[in-house]
T-cell receptor, first 115, second 114 residues
Framework: EAGVTQSPTHLIKTRGQQATLRCSPI?????VYWYQQALGLGLQFLLW???????NRGNFPPRFSGRQFPNYSSELNVNALELEDSALYLC??????????????FGEGSRLTVL | AQTVTQSQPEMSVQEAETVTLSCTYD???????LFWYKQPPSRQMILVIR??????QNATENRFSVNFQKAAKSFSLKISDSQLGDAAMYFC???????????FGTGTLLAVQP
């Protein structure tokens, strides 16, 4: 069974540009979560999508946005990139209440570097 | 606000020895879950162990066990008989109830010395 897949693995952008990251969840999972892992800051919750709707959002500016498609895959968009957006972006999937019991399945992440 | 604190940025243990990773959290809720996740180098993060707050008995998964002190809001992870494959970043996490959101600590990087 395929796990959570993320693309691209690495992405290099310059300040002011836009970045798009993609995530395909495990088959059968309806929820997708996005986390930012910046050096020394642990994982910061970005967004939770379930059944195509945004269910919760972390403390990030509006230039971080995303969506979930009918096949439950998701993309994260970061507009007007800033240097501090450089981080590993992790996607996880679960069934709807999976986060409550910690049963999130993570991808390997997309490393975004902003120059 | 709910927070999770891991005060040990790095730890080291000799192979076959025991190591304990510390975690404290802050919450006003009475029903919640706590977790330890493992993130090996360049590999996916996986769930190691979880504890339900209403259960007094400490969770155990093979060589991994927790010491859950609810009143003190402490949740430490003990790894017994450490193996080279245990080397990883370990994150403590707390579930924020109905928001279905996991709050993570900043992680502890564990090195295992042969």
């Amino acid at each position: 069974e395929a796990g959570v897949t993320q693309s691209p693995t690495h992405l290099i952008k310059t300040r002011g540009q836009q970045a798009t990251l993609r995530c395909s969840p495990i088959s059968g999972h309806t929820s997708v979560y996005w986390y930012q892992q910046a050096l020394g800051l642990g994982l910061q919750f970005l967004l939770w999508y379930d059944e195509g709707e945004e269910r919760n959002r972390g403390n990030f500016p509006p230039r971080f946005s995303g969506r979930q498609f009918p096949n439950y895959s998701s993309e994260l968009n970061v507009n007007a990139l800033e240097l501090e957006d450089s981080a590993l972006y992790l996607c996880a999937s679960s069934w709807r209440q999976g986060a409550r019991t910690g049963e999130l399945f993570f991808g390997e992440g997309s490393r975004l570097t902003v120059l | 606000a709910q927070t999770v604190t891991q005060s040990q940025p790095e730890m080291s243990v000799q192979e076959a020895e025991t190591v304990t990773l510390s975690c404290t959290y802050d919450t006003s809720e009475s029903d919640y879950y706590l977790f330890w996740y493992k993130q090996p180098p360049s590999r996916q993060m996986i769930l190691v162990i979880r504890q339900e707050a209403y259960k007094q008995q400490n969770a155990t998964e093979n060589r991994f066990s927790v010491n859950f002190q609810k009143a003190a809001k402490s949740f430490s992870l003990k790894i017994s008989d450490s193996q080279l494959g245990d080397a990883a970043m370990y994150f403590c996490a707390y579930n924020q109830g109905a928001t279905n959101k996991l709050i993570f600590g900043t992680g502890t990087l564990l090195a295992v010395q042969p």
